[in-house]
């Protein structure tokens, strides 16, 4: 038979309620009301202990989490009103009622502010939870990617990588909009990530590269035998640069027998073939989805070395300084070519790639998770497999504290206009091996000419064209 044991006072049921909203069954115990107590404060432990048990065991807690969003919504949004219920139901057996006027109406009022705050961590779960899902499906396919490395992934589940050290994924940055055919990709960069320790290697390719080579045997192999090459164009402009490879490969679907959209994979194949990788997949950047990307954290703060102009009608100005610039000044100073050229260019979006990854830190994101999420959504095009996800955010989460080095296949490192593509691929098979070891990345000094007075570490130090990501974007060229 249950004894009442009820707080008196209205300090009493307060102290109790809080108690009963980190224990539930509590207050319960409290108020003689046993086996309900037991079971209900039974039921916490061993729910407690089943979290431990699941986080300390899950080898890429992160990963599973990410596939089963749709549990951890649904779990969150019962736990929320079984929590409520164990509040309001703590009040009641607590019988305040025996309480005075005063002290029923203080305790009745702060228990209703604490049902509704122990519900609100659980719906700030499931609206987040629910939010990053329809991200996901949003921008991920649903089913597998038809390329080898998915293939070989699905094959051997305990090692989604397939035995492979890296993963190589093409980041374009694209300039499509609606009065425009077509995609050009002026800003193109293989991430090469190492799977086991997040170190990565950012290789920057020359939206002006020419005579571009297609892997033999591939249709624009055989379509373009001697390299790509087109008539100039009626401006005397060209169109046959490596920006213009997926534009010219969806444009002409008779070259591959009349496929469809084969612009992605052809261009992956070819700066894959360029590099001497394997390129597993490509996500497209919209440029201007970008900027609302950085104005979604808040904007990110960069050195702007000198003065950058923009505009049709050279209008527009980011000045020299150190400051926080909001999305549209940070892809003007990104893109921006004009009293400049395509190399600087390619200089200043390594920079603000750097400054975004070292600057959208975890508590930004939090903060700031919706608007990253709808810009993210009207941002990326990607082939990336959904089923991927579970592997590919733990190894993002490593390249955020990995070492991180870039190297741009520009002036005088290459020639554009006559590339030597049997040294590219030298140059990115050695920035690879040196990121593996796990040494500090040596800055190029390509742009200086060879000198008897260079001690032998400097002359080692020439041959490596890897730079730290950041490395002069402080505003020392």
């Not at 086996?35 to 432990?45: E, K, M």
């Not at 005075?100 to 049902?115: C, F, R, S, Y």
């Not at 950047?285 to 900027?291: D, I, L």
């Not at 260019?345 to 998770?369: E, H, K, N, S």
Request: charged content about 20%; proline content about 6%.
């Amino acid at each position: 038979m249950r004894q009442a044991k009820e707080p008196s006072s209205a300090g009493a049921v307060l102290g109790w309620l809080a108690l009963a909203a980190l224990a539930p069954g509590a207050a319960h115990l409290r108020a003689g009301w046993r086996r309900t107590g037991l079971a209900l404060i039974s039921c916490y432990i061993v729910g407690l202990l089943a979290l431990v048990a699941f986080a300390l065991t899950t080898d890429n807690l992160v990963g599973t989490l990410i596939e089963r969003m749709t549990t951890i919504i649904v779990s969150a949004a019962v736990l929320g009103v079984t929590w409520f219920a164990v509040i309001v139901h703590s009040f009641i057996v607590l019988r305040p009622g025996r309480l005075p006027q005063g002290g029923q109406i203080l305790t009745g009022t702060l228990a209703g502010l604490l049902a509704v705050a122990v519900v609100l961590p659980f719906g700030v779960v499931t609206q987040y939870v629910w939010t990053l899902q329809s991200t996901v499906n949003d921008i991920f396919q649903e089913t597998p990617s038809d390329s080898p490395s998915s293939a070989a992934a699905a094959e051997r589940p305990e090692d989604p990588w397939a035995g492979r050290q890296r993963v190589n994924i093409l980041l374009l940055g694209g300039d499509a909009d609606d009065n425009r055919i077509g995609v050009r990709t002026d800003s193109m960069n293989l991430a090469s990530v190492d799977v086991k320790t997040g170190n990565t290697v950012l290789f920057s390719l020359p939206r002006n590269l020419e005579n571009v080579r297609f892997r033999p045997g591939t249709p624009m192999a055989q379509h373009f035998p001697n390299g790509f090459r087109l008539p100039p164009d009626p401006g005397g402009g060209r169109s046959d640069l490596l920006n213009s490879v997926w534009e010219y490969a969806d444009a002409h679907p008779e070259i591959f027998g009349g496929k469809q959209h084969q612009g992605p994979r052809v261009l992956m194949d070819t700066i894959g073939y360029t590099l001497g990788v394997k390129v597993d997949w490509y996500a497209l950047v919209n440029m201007w989805g970008f900027a609302r990307l950085i104005d979604a954290i808040g904007g990110i703060t960069i050195t702007v070395e000198k003065d950058v102009v923009f505009g049709k009608y050279n209008e527009g100005l980011v000045k020299a300084g150190t400051r926080k610039l909001k999305g549209a000044d940070a892809m003007w100073y990104a893109r921006s070519r004009t009293f400049s050229d395509d190399y600087t260019r390619m200089r200043r979006q390594r920079c603000v790639l750097g400054a975004l990854l070292t600057q959208a830190d975890p508590a930004t994101v939090l903060a700031r998770f919706n608007r990253i999420a709808l810009a993210t959504k009207e941002l990326i095009r990607t082939d990336i497999p959904r089923g991927m996800l579970k592997n590919l955010v733990p190894l993002a989460l490593k390249v955020k504290n990995a070492k991180v080095t870039s190297v741009q296949f520009v002036p005088p490192l290459i020639s554009t206009g006559y590339p030597d593509w049997e040294r590219i691929r030298t140059l990115a098979a050695k920035a690879m091996r040196d990121s593996g070891e796990n040494k500090p990345p040596v800055a190029a000094t390509a742009s200086a000419g060879p000198s008897p007075r260079k001690t032998a570490a400097a002359k080692k130090a020439a041959q490596s064209p890897a730079k730290g990501i950041t490395d002069g974007c402080d505003g020392s060229l």
